[in-house]
């Protein structure tokens, strides 16, 4: 039979191991031990290693000291103007009395997961549908204040509280955005006017100036032809003075008689019957009879004038041409060189002018050059008369 006293021994110590292992407690860092004996609160512990009176003191609660986040899950809210909007919340609260969180509320998440409810439908119902999405952050602020007055007997603080979402109705999420897409489509409608009137101010004003510059394109233009052809009338003029002169003189210095201007006129009847309205030309038989008296009067003529003398004659004044296109050049280029020096003044005025005053663009004006005008003190020589009986033969 086995020894009582072994026995007795190894009970012993089977009691005084499960008596130390119930004794022997380890709170976890962050968190804290309430201690009840004899199922009445007795005293709390703090992290690390603790002894408690075995089968006397029991570890009931442990509490977790660090912030927690609790999510709860949508809820239907009724706003001011009787819209159901549903509502997704968090809530951050942390304990800060451990013996007051495990005694004075049997399940603190749920008590303040429908405190969160009722007063999101207060707070909600005096608001419409617009300050509601508007409005996150006042509501947050009165939930918060509501939900830490009510969780402080509790040892609770509410620390935050957010609105994770707020999702109304299907049909007022789509008039929303209806509404959201017209007022996008408004402003993009305004940008293209503005746009579009910008562009023909610029367009109206690349025209006018364009408008301005061809205008004065074509002054300047017609101004040149007109000196052009001044200037190549005048030479025309003074070639047509010269050649009559040599003709004149040439004539005069060759004493023609009656053949010789019988034959000239010979040479222009075929000159005259050229014309286009020339349909018939007759010959009169008459014609010697005729070309006889020419040359009889033209030959008494030439002897009457007797032979020509070239000091009495006086050829038209040369043009210098040349100069005269010289010194419209010159005046132009100092014309040229006005305009500028002005442009260069009224934009250093304008830039040492008061901020925010914007003046008007200078547009310098374009005065054509006037012809110039032929100085009466030039010299022109005379053409020199042609001696008598140069080129005859």
């Not at 075995?54 to 809820?75: C, G, L, N, S, W």
């Not at 303040?112 to 439908?121: D, F």
């Not at 053949?259 to 014309?275: D, F, I, S, T, W």
């Amino acid at each position: 039979m086995p020894d009582p006293f072994l026995i007795l021994v190894i009970l012993i110590a089977v009691v005084a191991v499960v008596a130390l292992g119930l004794s022997v407690r380890v709170v976890q860092q962050m968190q804290v031990g309430i201690v009840q004996r004899m199922g009445k609160f007795h005293r709390t512990i703090e992290p690390g290693l603790h002894l408690i009176m075995p089968f006397i003191d029991r570890v009931r609660y442990t509490m977790d000291m660090r912030e927690a986040v609790v999510p709860f899950p949508p809820q239907g809210v009724i706003t001011e103007d009787n819209l159901m909007v549903g509502i997704d919340s968090v809530i951050y609260y942390q304990i800060v009395d451990p013996v007051r969180a495990a005694y004075e509320a049997q399940n603190y998440i749920q008590a303040i997961e429908q405190l969160t409810m009722t007063t999101l439908r207060n707070i909600i119902g005096g608001m419409d549908l617009e300050q509601t999405l508007t409005s996150r952050e006042e509501i947050n602020q009165k939930l918060r204040a509501v939900l830490d007055e009510a969780t402080g007997k509790w040892g609770i603080k509410v620390n935050r509280v957010e609105l994770r979402s707020i999702e109304p109705p299907a049909t007022i999420r789509d008039a929303m955005e209806k509404g959201a897409r017209a007022e996008r489509e408004k402003r993009a409608q305004i940008l293209l006017a503005e746009g579009q009137r910008q562009s023909q101010i610029l367009s109206a004003s690349g025209d006018r100036e364009s408008s301005i510059l061809r205008a004065q394109g074509e002054r300047e233009s017609a101004v040149l032809r007109a000196q052009a052809d001044r200037q190549a009338s005048m030479l025309r003029a003074e070639g047509e003075a010269q050649a009559i002169t040599t003709v004149f003189h040439a004539i005069h210095a060759a004493e023609p008689d009656q053949g010789l201007l019988a034959y000239q006129y010979l040479q222009m009847l075929p000159k005259l019957a050229e014309g286009g309205a020339n349909k018939v030309w007759i010959i009169p038989s008459e014609l010697n009879d005729a070309l006889k008296g020419l040359g009889g009067n033209l030959g008494e003529m030439a002897r009457s004038f007797g032979a020509a003398d070239p000091s009495k004659f006086d050829a038209p004044q040369k043009v210098d041409v040349f100069a005269e296109i010289e010194r419209a050049k010159r005046a132009e280029e100092e014309q040229s060189q006005a305009s500028v020096q002005q442009a260069i003044a009224e934009a250093a005025r304008m830039e040492k002018g008061a901020a925010g005053v914007v003046a008007a663009p200078v547009t310098p004006a374009v005065t054509a050059a006037p012809p110039a005008q032929i100085a009466p003190d030039t010299q022109i020589a005379p053409a020199e008369p042609q001696a008598a009986g140069e080129g005859d033969g």
